[in-house]
């Protein structure tokens, strides 16, 4: 039996490939990836199967699922917000088509368990300082063509439930940072997730406004919770936000100043957009999930793996 990880060189894809070979007792594990990023993977390439490959395509899952007998199936393979905005057209095929491809190569194959990625711009974005904290159980009311395509995807796993008795869980995260999240040179400035890296590494970064509360989670944290989902012995929920900590932006900016202190920071006056404030109650309860990092120790990680890149 193995599990298959769509996106599986990605960002979040490669920190759990880890994980479950580390710490899951894992020894079968396929990435499935269309555009293969060995450098994220370098250090455990030769315990895992690299399979290039696209979600667009269902014989290729399909025969991937079949040749390597896979059990359980994590689905990652997305267009991000950004980049959702700048091409809808793209977008709509690689997050809602590609999503359907992925779940119906496993109902086919006979997969048992699907944990794939939602979001919790499923709740839509912000614009204010504070919010009022929202659970699984609040309206859905999308802003963006990703919390559009993220809704579909719950709907879409919602009918495989009912329909066909597949077992899927999928979790709407808030902001999830660390090493190797995207490019810092192309990315635009106002993707706050990357502004610690920016500063990191000596380009200009505007931070939201000291006050402006978020949630954040480490991409090591989120693993974690993935990891859970994939072995937990049932589940009382399908869908769980997922959060580690909540801060105020100016907790992040003092930080970064402190480790970089020739950082080129300035604050932005007005809110920047952000996603929902979320409850992980569901989540700690059901699915045992405890972030392992602080804010602090989080940033402490990413910013050292940025100064040993740019030497």
């Known amino acids: ?13 490669s920190y759990l490939a880890r994980r479950l070979l580390n710490e899951g007792g894992e020894s079968n594990v396929v990435l499935f990836e269309q555009a293969v990023n060995l450098d994220r993977i370098k250090d455990i390439q030769d315990r895992v199967t690299v399979v290039q490959g696209d979600v667009l395509d269902p ?21 991000l917000g950004m980049a959702s905005a700048r091409d809808p057209a793209k977008a ?25 990625a939602s979001s919790a711009a499923a709740y839509g974005s912000r614009l ?14 999308p802003n963006s063509m990703y919390g559009i395509c993220k809704v579909f995807n719950e709907h879409l796993a919602a009918m495989h439930v009912q329909q066909y008795g597949m ?18 040179w192309t990315e635009e400035s ?10 990191a590494r000596g380009l200009p970064a505007m931070m939201p406004p000291n006050e402006q509360v978020m949630d954040w989670v480490y991409v090591a944290d989120a693993a974690v919770a993935w990891h859970l989902a994939l072995a937990a012995p049932g589940s009382g929920h ?6 580690a900590e909540r801060r105020p932006a100016g907790d992040v900016t003092r930080y970064v100043q402190d480790l970089v202190p020739e950082a080129k920071i300035t604050i932005n006056p007005k809110p920047m957009g952000g996603l929902r404030l979320v409850s992980t109650k569901k989540v700690r309860e059901e699915l045992g999930f405890e ?8 940033l402490s990680e990413y910013l050292d793996h940025v100064r040993r890149q740019i030497g």
């Open 92 to 116: 709509t095929q690689i997050n809602c088509t590609g999503t359907v491809n992925v779940f119906e190569a496993a109902r086919q194959h006979g997969v048992k368990r699907i944990v794939y």
């Open 1 to 13: 039996m193995a599990v298959m990880i769509t996106g599986g060189t990605g960002f979040l894809g």
């Open 167 to 184: 077992d899927m869980i999928g979790f709407r995260p808030v902001v999830i940072f660390g090493p190797t999240r995207g490019n810092p």
């Open 190 to 199: 106002s993707n706050y997730m990357i502004l610690p890296e920016l500063a």
């Open 291 to 298: 972030p392992r990092y602080t804010m602090e120790q989080a």
């Open 238 to 243: 399908r869908v769980y936000n997922l959060s």
């Open 128 to 141: 204010t300082l504070t919010d009022n904290e929202v659970d699984e159980d609040a309206r859905l009311e």
């Open 59 to 79: 014989d290729a899952l399909l025969a991937t699922m079949q040749q390597h007998n896979i059990d359980r199936v994590v689905h990652l393979a997305y267009l």
